[in-house]
């Protein structure tokens, strides 16, 4: 017999996929500023400890939000909720631990050779 809900997650699914985009939005507005401040002041003068703490607020925000429409996704598929979950949570966490990493590394080599390091438009 196959497993079908009756309700399935819908609204959870676009409330995930809201939480993710308008965090995704704070966060690229925070990087922004950070990157302005950094032009305008210069690297050597940044404080990357306090970007790294205006950062962490929105990236837990899509970070929750991601998890939020996985785990909806799958149980609209037809996985059972305990394994939705399981699947999921664990996805979301390992895969925002990773960007997270990728960011934190971007932060560092643009403090240590300065913004205009990053650049890719002035290589030929």
């Known amino acids: ?3 079908y809900q009756l309700q399935p997650p819908y609204l959870l699914l676009v409330f995930g ?3 993710a985009l308008t965090s995704g939005l704070a966060l690229a507005g925070t990087l922004k500023l950070i990157a302005a401040k950094w032009q305008n002041k210069g690297a ?3 404080d990357y ?3 790294k703490r205006q950062l962490t607020l929105p990236f837990l925000g899509i970070t929750g939000g991601v998890g ?8 609209i598929f037809g996985f059972p909720p305990l394994l939705s979950y399981g699947i999921g949570i664990p996805l979301a966490i390992v895969t925002c631990l990773f960007v997270w990493l990728q960011l934190r590394s971007m932060l ?6 300065g913004i205009e390091s990053l650049d890719l438009d002035s290589w030929r």
Request: net charge negative; with cysteine.
């Open 1 to 3: 017999m196959y497993y």
């Open 17 to 19: 996929l809201f939480v």
């Open 44 to 46: 050597e003068t940044s």
């Open 49 to 51: 400890q306090l970007s």
């Open 68 to 75: 939020c429409f996985l785990c909806s996704g799958f149980e």
């Open 108 to 113: 560092v080599y643009a403090e240590e050779r």
